[in-house]
C-alpha cells in the first residue's frame, strides 16, 4: 500500500483539486484508493458530495478502529472511497501532543485499512504542525503544488528547510507548478529560477489556470470526470503518470 499526501504549506495553491483528480485518476487505473480528508474544511468530501462524518471526532481517528472504518464512505466512481473531514478534525493537532510517539500516530491508525486498498491519499490542511509531521513520517510521496509567485517560492523553500532541520528526506517532496499562467512573465521566470534551484524536488507537469478547474465546485466532481479532454484533465493525468513513476522508483 502506498501513501500520497496532497500538501503545502501555503493556501489557495489548488491542493485540494489535486487531491480529487489524483485520487480519481488513481482510481480510474484500477488502484483500490482512499481519499482521507484531513482538512477540517472538508472540500475534497465536498467535491464528491460526501457529507461530513460526525461520529469520527480526532479521538476516535486515531484510536477508535471500528469508528474509523465505519466513517468511511463510498464515492460515484469505482474503487475510490472517501474519509470525510469534519470541524473537529481542526483539534488533530491538540489531541496528537498529548499522545506518546505522536509523530508516528497517522501512520498507525492507516494500518487499520492496510490490506483494503492499494493507495492511501490524504489532502492535507495548509500548515506545519503536529499533523503535517505525522503525515511527512507516513506518507511515501508529498506531492507538493506551487504557484509560480515569490511568495510561493519562498514558502516552498521553507517546506524543504524543515525538512532538513528535523531529518525528514526531501526526496519525499515532489513539487510541480499550479495555476500557472503563460500570459504572465513572472511565472515564467519563476519557474525557470525554481527548476534550476530545486531540480530533483520539481515534476516536469504543471497544471494551469484554467476555468474548467473553477468549475469544479459547481459540478462537485473531478474534472477528469467532467471534462476529460480538456487541458486541466489531460494534464491531472499526466500528473498521476509522473507521480507513479517516481514512487515505483522509490
Known sequence: MKIIACYSNKGGVGKTATAVNLSYALADAGQRTLLCDLDPQGASSFYFRVKPSKKLTETKFFD??????KS?????????DILPA?????DFDVFLSRMKNSRSRLKKALKAVKSDYDVILLDCPPNIS????????AADGI???????????????????????????????HAFFSMSQG??????????EMRKAHKKRFL???IAFTSDIERMGVHRAPVIATSPRSAAAVAYRELHDEVMERLGKA
Open 64 to 69: 477508535d478502529v471500528e469508528r474509523f472504518t
Open 72 to 80: 468511511i464512505r463510498g464515492s460515484d466512481y469505482d474503487n475510490l
Open 86 to 90: 469534519n470541524m473537529t478534525f481542526r
Open 130 to 137: 503536529t499533523l503535517s509531521e505525522n503525515v511527512f513520517s
Open 143 to 173: 506531492v507538493v503544488p506551487v504557484i509560480p509567485t515569490t511568495l510561493s517560492q519562498r514558502t516552498f523553500e521553507q517546506l524543504e528547510e524543515f525538512f532538513r532541520e528535523h531529518d525528514l528526506p526531501v526526496n519525499k517532496l
Open 183 to 192: 500570459i504572465k512573465s513572472l511565472h515564467g521566470q519563476t519557474m525557470e
Open 204 to 206: 516536469n507537469t504543471q
